[in-house]
C-alpha cells in the first residue's frame, strides 16, 4: 500500500510506543527509509517532519476511537474524514486517510496509553488542534452520549483544561450561550473581562502556535481561531462594544 506526498519521510516518536504498535501493519513498509528527508545540516527540518507526521498519525489513531464509539461507523464520520484530510493535505490525503482509519478500526487498543504519548510528545497547543478536529468528527452526523463521554475521557488524558475543552464543544454544541462559552467566559462577564478573554484565546488558539508542524496543519488550525474571532465579534455586535 503507497502513501503519497502528505506523509512522507521521516516519522518520529509515533513510530513507537502504543501508537507505533497499532500502526505496525503497515509501519515498517512505509517508513523503511528517509529518502525523501534532508539530512545533516537540515536536522531542524528532519524533527519538525517528524512530529509533523506523528500529529497526523496521532489524529488517525484517535479518529478511529471516535468513529466507533457509537458502535456504528457512519457515511458522514468517514466523509468528514476524508474531506478534512483532502481539504488540508491533498486529494490523495483524503482517500489514504480512510483506507489506514478502517485498518485501525479492526483493532483494539488501549485509549489511555494512546493518549498518554500524545500528552508526552505533543505540546498543549497541537493538542488543542487535534482535540479540536476530533470534536468536529464526533459532530458531524450529532454527538450522541457515548461519543461525549469518549471526547471528555480524551481531553483528560490529553491533559486539556476543562475550560479548553468545554470552549471546543461550544463551537459544536450552539445554544444561547454559545459565543460566550467558545471565549471561556460566561454571559455574566463585563465589556472588558469579555475584550481580555479573547485577546487570550487569539493568542492560545492562533494558527502560529502549530506553524512548526507544516504550512497545511497550520491551515487546518484556523477553524477554531475564525470560531473565537466571530464569536467575539457576535458579543460586541451584542453589547454595542
Known amino acids: 500500500m503507497g502513501i503519497g506526498k502528505w506523509i512522507a519521510g521521516v516519522l518520529g516518536w509515533a513510530m513507537f510506543g ?10 515498517a513498509s512505509m517508513f ?12 531542524e527540518q528532519r524533527y519538525n517532519q517528524g512530529q509533523r507526521n506523528s500529529f497526523l498519525m496521532s489524529l488517525l489513531v484517535l479518529s478511529a476511537a ?36 478502517r485498518e485501525i478500526l479492526k483493532k483494539e487498543f488501549n485509549l489511555y496509553e494512546v493518549c498518554t504519548q500524545v500528552r508526552q510528545c505533543m505540546d498543549y497547543s497541537q493538542r488543542l488542534q487535534l482535540y479540536h478536529y476530533l470534536v468536529s468528527l464526533g459532530a458531524c452526523d ?10 471528555e475521557t480524551i481531553a483528560s488524558y490529553i491533559g486539556l483544561s476543562k475550560s479548553d475543552s468545554d470552549s471546543i464543544f461550544a463551537q459544536f454544541r450552539p445554544n444561547n450561550d454559545s459565543n460566550y462559552s467558545i471565549l471561556g467566559i460566561t454571559p455574566n462577564a463585563t465589556d472588558e473581562e469579555v475584550k481580555k478573554a ?29 470560531a473565537i474571532s466571530q464569536a467575539y465579534e457576535a458579543i460586541c455586535r451584542e453589547r454595542g462594544i
Do not use: C
Open 66 to 101: 471516535v468513529i466507533k464509539a457509537d458502535g456504528k461507523v457512519t457515511s458522514q464520520e468517514m466523509a468528514r474524514l476524508r474531506s478534512f484530510f483532502a481539504g488540508n493535505f491533498g486529494a490523495q490525503a483524503g482517500d489514504e486517510a480512510e483506507n489506514i482509519v
Open 32 to 43: 523503511g527509509d528517509d529518502a525523501d528527508v534532508p539530512s545533516g545540516r537540515d536536522e
Open 142 to 151: 450529532g454527538l450522541v452520549q457515548s461519543e461525549v463521554d469518549l471526547l
Open 198 to 226: 479573547y485577546r487570550r484565546m487569539a493568542v492560545k488558539y492562533h494558527p502560529d502556535k502549530v506553524a512548526t508542524l507544516g504550512a497545511d496543519v497550520q491551515k487546518a488550525a484556523e477553524e477554531k481561531f475564525k
Open 18 to 27: 502504543p501508537i507505533g504498535g497499532i500502526l505496525g501493519f503497515w509501519l
